[in-house]
Each structure stands twice: as structure tokens, then as C-alpha cells.
């Protein structure tokens, strides 16, 4: 399933972004969907997982209370809205589509997006 991140760019320290990932076809809703980012110099790591239907979600421990995940399955969307953001937040996003359940959130699925840049910096 293609997918396209959009809504990275520059945010300080202490405020908000949102990303958002636009797939195409009709199987979005059949998939568990998670944003990953990979910060420079370090290994990918998974950020947070929603399940098909969005009633589960599922959070890194780096993340959780500050981001939350959601989709709306009607425009083939998901989002990562970003609070009290932190300069370790830095890092490109991936969005990320698979069928892995929603507590493997260190297997990704098979499908990538290109990913989007977030720096958090004052």
C-alpha cells in the first residue's frame, strides 16, 4: 500500500507538530499502522502502533502522554500529533503499514512511507 508522510518541519522546544500519512487503495482499514523515526547516527525505533479499526494504540515508553496516534479509516488517513516536544525528538518519520498485531511494535510491516523531517530546536 503506498503510503506519503507530510507535516514535519521545524518545531521548538516544548510545542506541537502533527504529522500525517496519506495511503492509497482500499485495504488502509485491513492494516495495524505505526510511525517509526530514525534520529542521525542511530538505529530506526518505533514510536507508536494503531490497530485497524483505531480503538488500540500502543506507545513507546519515549513517547507516551506527550504523542498520540489516530486515524480516520473514511479519508485513508493517519496522524501523530506531537506535544511538549523534546530536541531527542529529532528525526526523520516513517509511517509504516502492516498486519503484525499491535504489541509487536518493534516488527514493522512490510509497507514504508518516504518519511518526513522533525527537528526540535529553539
Known amino acids: 500500500v503506498p503510503l506519503v508522510e507530510s507535516g514535519g518541519g521545524l518545531g521548538q522546544p516544548g510545542g506541537s507538530l502533527r504529522i500525517s500519512c496519506a495511503a492509497s487503495g482500499s485495504t488502509f482499514r485491513g492494516y495495524f499502522m505505526s510511525w517509526y523515526r530514525q534520529a542521525p547516527g542511530k538505529e530506526r525505533e518505533p514510536v507508536a502502533r494503531i490497530s485497524p479499526g483505531g480503538a488500540g494504540t500502543k506507545y513507546a515508553d519515549s513517547v507516551k502522554g506527550r504523542f498520540t496516534i489516530s486515524r480516520d479509516n473514511a479519508k485513508n488517513m493517519m496522524y501523530l500529533q506531537m506535544n511538549s516536544l523534546k530536541p531527542e525528538d529529532t528525526a526523520v518519520y516513517y509511517c509504516?503499514?502492516?498486519?503484525?498485531?499491535?504489541?509487536?511494535?518493534?516488527?514493522?510491516?512490510?509497507?514504508w512511507g518516504q518519511g518526513t523531517q522533525v527537528t526540535v530546536s529553539s
Open positions: 509504516n503499514a502492516g498486519s503484525g498485531g499491535l504489541y509487536n511494535i518493534n516488527l514493522p510491516g512490510d509497507y
